[in-house]
């Protein structure tokens, strides 16, 4: 059985750093890409982050949506079967719930695609307050 449990989220101020933690199990998990979305109440499910396995000696293959880009790190711990997601300098526009996404690295659509995922967890809240 596939899980894949997201943790760490919460409320943090305007300006702060949060870091997002998703545990995995039940699959391969260097033959996924894992990525994460988010969704507001009322809106679209947003693509953030995905990080692909590159081999044993690279930190994979990493994407951001525009939004994020420089702000948010995404990363996995391939012995721990985890993937993270630090978040820094987070403002309000970052409110959401957070989910944490697995499909097949042999995958060749686009990767804010949700359709293209075949697992997700169940998600974590995390709120930016002004």
């Known amino acids: 059985q596939v899980q894949l449990v997201e943790s760490g989220g919460g409320l943090v101020q305007s300006g702060g750093s949060l870091t997002l933690s998703c545990a995995v199990s039940g699959l391969a998990f260097t033959t996924y890409a894992m990525g994460w979305f988010r969704q507001t109440p009322g809106q679209e499910r947003e693509f953030v982050a995905i990080i692909r396995w590159a081999g044993m000696w690279s930190g994979g293959d990493r994407f951001y949506a525009d939004n994020v880009k420089d702000r948010f790190t995404v990363s996995r711990d391939i012995a721990k079967a985890t993937v993270s997601l630090q978040m820094n300098s987070l403002t309000p526009e970052d409110t959401a719930i957070y989910y944490c996404?697995?499909?097949?690295?042999?995958?060749?659509?686009?990767?804010?695609?949700?359709?293209?995922?075949?697992?997700w967890g169940q998600g974590t809240q995390v709120t930016v307050s002004s």
């Open positions: 996404a697995a499909r097949k690295l042999s995958s060749q659509v686009s990767a804010s695609t949700i359709a293209s995922y075949d697992y």
